[in-house]
């Protein structure tokens, strides 16, 4: 297991407001050994090319005068230009130019949320994966729990990723797609992932061969992205809309709704088992507009903030981790 010793420090100030651990800390997720957190405090690992980075994210500022410390761990010295690259993707990844200021405005009209809003206020949408990466664990979330979820990735690192250890933390960093050109789908199979085994092996040999460009993709609209994600093998509307919001930063995603997400926003929304996926669409559509998936992404990651602390049985029942 390598040892990243080197250090460089860098500096950047997101738009403001800004919530720290709203944004570096995403309950809602599944936990995983590819990241960790403490208040005020982030770790995860990075990839340029073939050359791996450790990461270490720090809250030096407030929510109205935000400023991040990022301690950049290496095993050789780092160009001017990687550390350029890492910025720009830190600075996309975890939406840190967000302009948040009308979504704050339309926040203050909803008596009955407003409380979360508040709490948040300045929590950005964020995926500390590339585009790659969140396909990856987003084949892994179809049709399974949380915990066979959580397996199946432990499976595929254990083979195929790379750890390495940096600030006294020991984190994996997912495999590059060329790692699986000569990799055999019954060699995936064998480490109990099913049929997710032929959308890996596929997804990786596209973006081997540079089929897709994540970089050229954040410069085109969203229906463009969209109709780009969906000719991807295995992505289905409901992956697209995971990765219009997280990665590609779109607010307004709020055109498909799994059934176990259904019966979520039934609880949150409605205090009911379950509601119509048409009346919660159309219901959070007509209150917050472009904002929808946004608003929706507030109030959901709330409950699982609330989970850390108290137990909330129709919770449990929903993600069975």
Do not use: C
């Not at 800390?25 to 936990?31: D, E, L, R, T």
């Not at 109205?64 to 690259?85: G, Q, R, Y």
């Not at 600030?167 to 019954?186: H, M, T, Y």
């Amino acid at each position: 297991m390598p040892t990243l010793r080197r250090k460089k420090i860098l500096t950047i100030i997101p738009t403001t407001p800004f919530h720290f651990d709203g944004t570096f800390n995403k309950p809602s997720h599944f936990p995983d050994k590819l990241s960790d957190w403490q208040p005020g405090k982030y770790w995860q690992t990075i990839r340029l090319g073939r050359k791996l980075f450790g990461l270490k994210i720090e809250n030096k500022g407030s929510i109205v005068e935000p400023k991040l410390e990022i301690t950049v761990f290496s095993d050789k010295k780092n160009t001017a230009e990687e550390l350029e690259i890492i910025k720009q993707e830190i600075t996309w990844r975890f939406d840190l130019n967000a302009d948040l200021k009308e979504f704050n405005q339309l926040a203050k009209k909803d008596r009955r949320f407003y409380p979360v809003f508040k709490k948040w206020r300045g929590m950005r949408t964020s995926s500390s994966d590339s585009l790659y990466e969140l396909l990856v664990i987003a084949v892994l979330l179809q049709n399974a729990t949380v915990r066979r979820t959580v397996q199946m990735t432990n499976a595929l690192l254990d083979k195929f990723g790379t750890k390495v250890r940096f600030d006294n933390k020991e984190l994996f960093a997912i495999w590059q797609p060329q790692d699986l050109k000569n990799v055999r789908e019954q060699e995936l199979r064998h480490l109990k992932i099913g049929y997710r085994a032929k959308f890996i092996k596929r997804l990786s040999r596209d973006f081997a061969q540079k089929r897709i460009d994540e970089v050229k993709l954040r410069q085109m609209n969203k229906e463009a992205v969209a109709k780009e994600l969906m000719n991807l093998y295995g992505v289905g509307p409901e992956t697209a809309r995971i990765l219009l919001f997280e990665v590609f930063h779109y607010y307004d995603t709020f055109d498909h709704i799994a059934p176990w997400q259904q019966k979520i926003y039934s609880r949150l929304f409605y205090n009911q088992p379950l509601v119509s996926i048409k009346k919660i669409q159309t219901d959070i559509k007509r209150q917050y507009g472009k904002y929808a998936m946004l608003a929706v992404h507030y109030i959901w990651e709330d409950i699982f903030w609330r989970r850390k602390n108290e137990r909330i049985a129709w919770l449990e029942k929903e993600i069975r981790l």
